[in-house]
Structure formats: C-alpha cells, structure tokens
C-alpha cells in the first residue's frame, strides 16, 4: 500500500521569506502523480500544485515550486515570499496512474509572521 | 462555473443514528470521491463513484455506504453511528475517471455524533 509522510508538523515563516515542507512517499508503482493541497482554516481544500512522476522538470506555479526526487520518493514544496494568505495546513498526496483515489500525509501546519 | 456543493454543512447526530450526507459534483464533473477527515486519522478515502458504479473502496466498515445518481450527484450514508464517525467529511469531482483530471473539493460536512 502506498503511504505519504510529512515530518513536519509545523513550520513558521516570516513574510515575504521562503519556506520549504517535506514529503516522502512510498510506492510500487513507477506511474503516479503527486500533488500539494492546502486547507486553509475555511476547510476548503485548494489545489497548490502536481507533479507527473513521468516528468523530471519539477512544476512551479507562481510562488510555489516543487523539487521532486523519484529516486529518492521525495516531493518538497516550496513557498517563495510568503504571504499572510499562505497560512493553512498542507497536505502532500499521491495518487497512483489508474484512479482517483488520494493517498494524504498527516499535513504541515504553516504560520506566517507578519 | 459553480463549484462542488455539499450538503448539509453541519450536522449534529445520536449514537445509533443513521446520517445521509449529499454532494452535487461540478456541471459537468462525472466522477466523486468521498474522503474522511478527523484529527486523529488524518484524511481517509472513502469511495469513489463514476458513472453510477463504485470502482474503487476504502478500508472502512459496511457502515459506510455510498451511491451515485444519474446526474453526477452522490450522497453517503454512514449507519448506526458512532462516536468515531465524528468529522468532516469532504467530496471531490472531477471530469472524468483518471488521473489526468483534476479532482476539486467541496466544502465539507462536519458531522458531531453526540
């Protein structure tokens, strides 16, 4: 079974600082996709970002990069000039080439100090 | 283009009780996944629904049921209830079966067993 780890319960950043969270994944398969959710405290979960594991160019949208480590089963975000708005929980996900079933870590909490 | 809808928001229920929780995909979105989520377990997936068929299920008891109707709309039933089943429960759409599609979350029903 495919399981997601993030070690990092909670990170603090300051504004306009940047901020890197951890994810290790671990899987069979050599297809899959993986994916940054954030929730922020109004519980709507709010996609960050993908990454194709077929892909070896890591996905940066705006802000928000990833560096994806295939061989080593590591998918970190990272938050470029953080901003109050970033503040919410993140969750790091996989999913396996065939179907829609999400696999989440435990979530990192990250707080931004103004 | 509305998003996905679920309903009722909160929901407060009896030990025993049976509850029906409702989610309407986006217009269009033909497939639903239901997922768990509680402090304690993180986010868990439920079921997934296409085209009327389940095709996938997760490790929960036969207390957990779900269905979907001919226009995309599904709901899940959660019988005899317990303490445990306490949590936001979170739907999710997307346009087809398959990875390549993203999946976009409702706003949740948190459900408060008593």
């Known amino acids: 079974a495919q399981t997601v780890t993030q070690s990092q319960p909670e990170m603090s950043v300051q504004e306009a600082e940047t901020v890197t969270l951890s994810c290790t994944y671990d899987?069979?398969?050599?297809?899959?996709?993986l994916f940054w959710y954030k929730q922020p405290p109004s519980r709507q979960m709010i996609l960050v970002i993908r990454?194709?594991?077929?892909?070896?160019q890591n996905a940066t949208e705006n802000r928000f990069s990833v560096n994806f480590q295939k061989a080593a089963k590591s998918f970190s975000l990272k938050i470029s000039d953080s901003q109050l708005g970033d503040a919410a929980m993140y969750f790091c996900?996989?999913?396996?080439?065939?179907?829609?079933?999400?696999?989440f870590g435990g979530g990192t909490r990250v707080l931004v100090k103004p | 283009k509305a998003g996905v809808t679920q309903t009722p928001r909160y929901l407060i229920k009896t030990r025993g009780q049976q509850v029906t929780l409702s989610c309407s995909p986006i217009?269009?979105?033909?497939?639903v996944s239901w997922y768990q989520q509680t402090p304690g377990q993180g986010l868990q997936f439920l079921f997934e629904?296409?085209?009327?068929?389940?095709?996938n299920k997760g490790n929960f008891p036969g207390r957990f049921s779900g269905r979907q109707f001919s226009n995309s709309r599904s709901e899940m039933n959660v019988s005899t209830l317990e303490l445990g089943d306490s949590a936001l429960y979170l739907c999710?759409?997307?346009?087809?079966?398959?990875?390549?599609?993203?999946?976009?979350f409702g706003p949740g029903t948190r459900l408060t067993v008593t």
């Open positions: 999710a759409s997307s346009l087809l079966a398959g990875s390549q599609y993203e999946q976009y």
């Open positions: 217009s269009g979105h033909r497939s």
């Open positions: 990454q194709e594991a077929y892909k070896q």
């Open positions: 629904y296409f085209s009327e068929t389940q095709r």
């Open positions: 899987t069979s398969e050599s297809d899959y996709y």
């Open positions: 996900a996989y999913k396996a080439a065939a179907g829609n079933k999400l696999t």
